[in-house]
């Protein structure tokens, strides 16, 4: 149950203006380059919401994507003072966009939120990023995977078009902690949450699933060794055109 099409999804967090277009535009020469090579990947920087329209713009390529960090649960318009819908995402040029961050649920995004944005995105045809993953208070008392588990079935109905999701694992103990897990853990791990989707939802389109916390230049040949892993969803390293490069070289080396 591996996928040899290979994700690297930059989140840029509160980060960039319109002069960041430089650092898109160096990551596109590269991959268009690399793309050369035969390597089967796919490029996505999730940026704020300022700069998706722009980029967009700037950007008409089938080489990198642009994708939005989250959106509102009511897919329309509404009284939602500092809200962007899915609808505007999409509407901007957004392709992507990355649901159930932990940083979000911490704020108190529920499940039943993030199953409703979910399905808004969907109808938007957008491609969703879908965060899972526990603290370390949770990794400690041994809840993994019961944490996993109920992520998933809360927030991903039943009759999911599976084709539109992509699910990325980031242990909330390890984002920007410079901790990973050991590759016994992620092997484990990345079967479970591949078997929960294919016994739960009785679908033969098991979605591609990422890693995501603490991904840099150091530890991204350590995570290539391991098939079960899809992709990566990278965040402080994905600011700097050099550090995500480097990180895509690193891992095919």
Same mark, same amino acid.
């Given at each position: 149950?591996?996928?040899?099409?290979?994700?690297?999804?930059?989140?840029?967090?509160? %980060? @960039?203006?319109?002069?960041?277009?430089?650092?898109?535009?160096?990551?596109?020469? %590269?991959?268009?380059? %690399?793309?050369?090579?035969?390597?089967?990947? *796919?490029?996505?920087?999730?940026?704020?919401?300022?700069?998706?329209?722009?980029?967009?713009?700037?950007?008409?390529?089938?080489?990198?994507?642009?994708?939005?960090?989250?959106?509102?649960?009511?897919?329309?318009?509404?009284?939602?003072?500092? &809200?962007?819908?899915?609808?505007?995402?999409?509407?901007?040029?957004?392709?992507?966009?990355?649901?159930?961050?932990?940083?979000?649920? $911490?704020?108190?995004?529920?499940?039943?939120?993030?199953?409703?944005?979910?399905? &808004?995105?969907?109808?938007? *045809?957008?491609?969703?990023?879908?965060?899972?993953?526990?603290?370390?208070?949770?990794? /400690?008392? @041994?809840?993994?995977?019961?944490?996993?588990?109920?992520?998933?079935?809360?927030?991903?109905?039943?009759?999911?078009?599976?084709? /539109?999701?992509?699910? $990325?694992?980031?242990?909330?103990?390890?984002?920007? &902690?410079?901790?990973?897990?050991?590759?016994?853990?992620? /092997?484990?791990?990345?079967?479970?949450? *591949?078997?929960?989707?294919?016994?739960?939802?009785?679908?033969?389109?098991?979605? $591609?699933?990422?890693?995501?916390?603490?991904?840099?230049?150091?530890?991204?040949?350590?995570?290539?060794?391991?098939?079960?892993?899809?992709? %990566?969803?990278?965040?402080?390293?994905?600011?700097? &055109?050099?550090?995500?490069?480097?990180?895509?070289?690193?891992?095919?080396?």
């Amino acid at each position: 149950m591996t996928n040899n099409l290979k994700y690297f999804i930059g989140n840029w967090k509160m %980060f @960039g203006n319109h002069s960041s277009l430089k650092i898109v535009y160096q990551i596109h020469q %590269f991959c268009k380059k %690399f793309k050369k090579q035969g390597k089967k990947n *796919k490029i996505v920087l999730c940026v704020p919401n300022t700069l998706i329209s722009f980029f967009s713009k700037k950007l008409k390529s089938k080489i990198v994507y642009i994708g939005g960090q989250n959106c509102h649960h009511q897919e329309n318009f509404g009284p939602y003072t500092g &809200s962007v819908s899915a609808t505007m995402l999409k509407n901007s040029g957004a392709k992507y966009v990355i649901l159930g961050h932990s940083e979000n649920r $911490a704020e108190g995004e529920t499940k039943q939120m993030i199953k409703n944005k979910i399905q &808004s995105a969907m109808n938007q *045809k957008l491609n969703i990023i879908f965060c899972i993953g526990e603290t370390l208070g949770e990794k /400690k008392s @041994g809840k993994t995977y019961s944490v996993i588990r109920n992520q998933i079935r809360g927030s991903i109905k039943r009759k999911a078009f599976f084709k /539109k999701i992509i699910i $990325a694992y980031e242990p909330v103990w390890s984002i920007g &902690s410079g901790k990973i897990p050991q590759t016994i853990e992620l /092997k484990k791990i990345f079967k479970f949450i *591949k078997n929960e989707i294919r016994k739960k939802y009785n679908t033969k389109n098991i979605p $591609a699933v990422l890693y995501g916390g603490s991904v840099s230049t150091k530890n991204i040949k350590v995570f290539s060794l391991i098939p079960e892993i899809d992709g %990566f969803l990278i965040g402080g390293a994905s600011q700097s &055109s050099k550090k995500f490069i480097d990180i895509i070289k690193n891992y095919y080396k």
